[in-house]
């Protein structure tokens, strides 16, 4: 049974383009936290590899741009697109800067949080935080900036054939 609650969120991509999650409907998504200039910003690379290797299967990777967390996006969505373009060749959908925790924080995180803490707690640690959707749009899995894209695939592969 689809998840009213989830596939109800929309979201603006980087371009300015309206994103209702309803046309992620029998897809698996995993949907990032992102930022240009963390440690953490080589994980695009791996983000990128994981989008080639299962989008055929029915894997979406959205990244979310955010400069909460020690002001690493700071640039605009015209940088934000080249700098992703440029050092990772990445052609899955970056969304609009938003902020992930906090009263401001868009309305995608503020689900996925509510439906997946942390070590008990709901905030976004740092980036590249990761939630795995599964084809119905139940929040299944939770993963830390430390957590590497090649390391999820189990859990993918576990969403993708089920």
Do not use: H
């Not at 991509?13 to 240009?36: C, H, M, R, W, Y």
């Amino acid at each position: 049974m689809a998840n009213p609650e989830f596939y109800g969120l929309s979201t603006t991509t980087l371009s300015g383009q309206p994103f209702p999650f309803k046309d992620l409907e029998g897809k698996a998504v995993l949907i990032v936290n992102v930022a240009s200039k963390c440690g953490f910003t080589p994980q695009y690379k791996g983000l990128e590899e994981l989008y080639q290797q299962y989008k055929d299967r029915g894997l979406v990777i959205l990244g979310f741009p955010c400069n909460q967390f020690g002001g690493q996006e700071p640039g605009d969505a015209s940088a934000i697109g080249e700098f992703c373009q440029r050092n990772f060749g990445v052609t899955f959908p970056i969304m609009e800067k938003s902020d992930v925790n906090g009263n401001d924080a868009n309305p995608v995180f503020k689900y996925l949080k509510s439906q997946k803490k942390q070590f008990m707690m709901e905030m976004i640690k740092w980036n590249f935080e990761k939630f795995l959707v599964d084809k119905s749009g139940q929040v299944v899995a939770r993963f830390s900036s430390m957590a590497t894209p090649a390391s999820l695939a189990p859990e993918i592969e576990k969403v993708l054939n089920a």
